[in-house]
């Protein structure tokens, strides 16, 4: 998906096989260069926990993998995103069953401008990454 700012975020390979969901985040700075210090949080639909057991250390380019709300939503760290798109393999596994599920959502910023804001929307039912926006306060 092309975003009306610097970044390009695209969703890959999303498998959904009975209580395990696997899916790629690829990121790719859009203008010449590289950016500065980036921030990536994949917040998992309700019922959908992050899988520590499989993910860690997986995901070159990572600075940081930092965890939050019970493991329903993660945040990656990058020191730059360039032209090459960098993606990170993202494991979950369902909880339990849950009614009046909410939708998951990716956000990318970079972490001195958070102003500029793209985030995309994972919806539950479809089991897809759809929507993407970019706010701008």
Do not use: H
Request: glycine fraction near 6%; charge should be negative; proline fraction near 3%.
């Amino acid at each position: 998906t092309k975003l009306p700012k610097d970044f390009e975020i695209s969703v890959e390979d999303v498998d959904y096989n009975c209580n395990k969901l696997t899916f790629d985040v690829c990121v790719r700075y859009a203008p010449q260069g590289t950016s500065n210090m980036v921030i990536m949080q994949v917040s998992m639909p309700t019922g959908i926990v992050y899988s520590w057991w499989y993910a860690n250390g997986r995901n070159a380019g990572v600075k940081l993998v930092e965890p939050s709300q019970a493991n329903t939503l993660v945040t990656y760290y990058f020191d730059t995103i360039s032209n090459d798109r960098t993606c990170i393999r993202i494991f979950a596994y369902k909880q339990g069953k849950v009614y009046d599920t909410k939708d998951g959502f990716i956000q990318v910023f970079d972490y001195y401008d958070t102003c500029e804001l793209f985030s995309g929307i994972f919806d539950n039912f479809l089991m897809k990454f759809s929507s993407f926006f970019f706010y701008s306060t």
